[in-house]
């Protein structure tokens, strides 16, 4: 087959689309970090999508997330529905305020009814910024490749120090049981990670037992990032 080449026109117009591209990242940033200054400290909590509110799931990240906020932690969940909605559910009749980062899919994400403050995104790596940004913790509960990315984003930024160290708790042991022994099996035992780094996270089953970890992990330091930990996020 015989290659077209680029005519300038055409160079010209792909060039001006990803120069509005870009700007229209850096509203996103802008826009988000101005509305999620006030918020910390704050817990992100993650977990699938296509929890009914009759699920366990669904249950327990609403129990968990109204602790949370009554604890004084605003509560930032993805905006749509599932463990989203639970999460944002529960933190919304709390005392600190629900977080929703909505994004736009091809298969349009509905946001729930319960975010004090809600923020919508076009770009993933946009709203995974402010997912990591402005956490104290992570809560994850049991979810989808949505759910792990979010995750194994978490885990990568502690582990090289791209991010503050923070808790990493994992919600219902019988779901994450099965990956930990991966990790240990095969990540471990072939040298990919060091046994130091499953360390990183904690399994946590009781909605109480996850808020008194979170103020167990800060008790001696406070929630506010150090002058060094305010550099690393300003650079995330």
Known sequence: MEKRPMTPQLGSEISAREAWRVFGIMAEFVEATERLAGIRPAVSVFGSSRAKPDSPYYQLAERTSRLLSDAGFAVVSGGGPGVMEAANKGAFFGAAPAVGLNIDLPREQQA??????????????????MFVKFATAYVVLPGGFGTLDELFEALTLVQT????????????????????????????????????????????????????????????????????????????
């Open 112 to 129: 729930n009814e319960y975010q004090d403050i809600s923020l919508r995104f076009k770009h993933f790596f946009a709203r995974k910024v």
């Open 161 to 236: 120090r791209k991010t503050r160290k923070m808790p990493i708790i994992l919600m219902h042991a019988p779901f994450w049981r099965g990956l930990l022994d991966w990790f240990r099996e095969r990540l471990i035992a072939e040298h990919m990670i060091d046994a130091t780094d499953v360390g990183l996270l904690q399994i946590v089953d009781e909605p109480q037992a996850v808020v008194d970890t979170i103020f167990a992990f800060y008790q001696q330091r406070g929630f506010e990032p150090s002058p060094e930990e305010r550099e690393v996020l300003l650079n995330l």
